[in-house]
Every structure is written in structure tokens, then in C-alpha cells.
């Protein structure tokens, strides 16, 4: 799960699940398939934080928003990994391996299969 903060709004999305009709506007508006847009993110791309954006705004309720409407000083968006506990979690860029901000690690690691 992400929380996503812009401009003072906060947004949760589950970076777990995609619909189909998600995807394909996402495809249609950003020119963005599923993959490109978690490489993007990573990558801090404007392109791809635009879309995660108007993707969470869709799915908090405004299913009318234009993805051209959409615009944030990208200094204001701070993202958060979230466990199931709704604690935040950070991740090891060799190993992927999640931990929460105090160190301790996240179990079941959800990067790891059982």
C-alpha cells in the first residue's frame, strides 16, 4: 500500500492490485503501461508520479478527472510504503528487503514468497 500526500491532500492506493479498465486509461492518457509506471516511480519521473497521482485521485472518487488536469509542485508529493498494519516501511535498494523506520523488519516480508 502508498500514501500519497500532494499539496496537502493525502491519498491511499494499493500498489498491489490494478483493474483493467485502470489500465487501459492509463495507457490511453499517460501512454503508460502497468510496468513503465512502477519503473517511473522509482525512477522519480514526472511523467509516472503524474499518472500514480491521477490514478489514486480516480480511485479516491473523482473518476471524472482529466489526466491533463492534473498538476502539483512535485516538491510537495511525498510517498510512503505502507505494511498491512498501516505502519511505513522502507526498503533496501540491493537486497529489497522491507523494514519499518525503526529498523525492525516487516513480517512477512511481502517481497518474499512463502
Not at 499539496?7 to 494499493?14: A, I, L
Not at 510512503?80 to 523506520?101: I, M, N, P, Q, W
Amino acid at each position: 500500500m502508498l500514501r500519497l500526500t500532494v499539496e496537502g491532500q493525502t491519498y491511499q492506493f494499493d500498489d498491489g492490485r490494478m483493474l483493467n479498465t485502470e489500465a487501459i486509461a492509463l495507457k490511453k492518457a499517460a501512454k503508460l503501461g502497468a510496468q513503465e509506471l512502477w519503473q517511473g516511480v522509482t525512477a522519480f519521473d514526472a511523467e509516472a508520479l503524474t499518472a500514480l497521482v491521477w490514478l489514486a485521485r480516480r480511485r479516491a472518487g473523482e473518476t471524472d478527472l482529466r489526466y491533463s488536469a492534473v498538476e502539483f509542485d512535485l516538491g510537495t508529493l511525498d510517498m510512503a510504503e505502507l505494511d498491512d498494519a498501516g505502519r511505513v516501511v522502507t526498503r533496501d535498494k540491493a537486497s529489497g528487503a522491507a523494514t519499518h523506520l525503526d529498523g525492525e523488519p516487516v513480517e512477512p516480508d511481502p517481497t518474499r514468497a512463502p
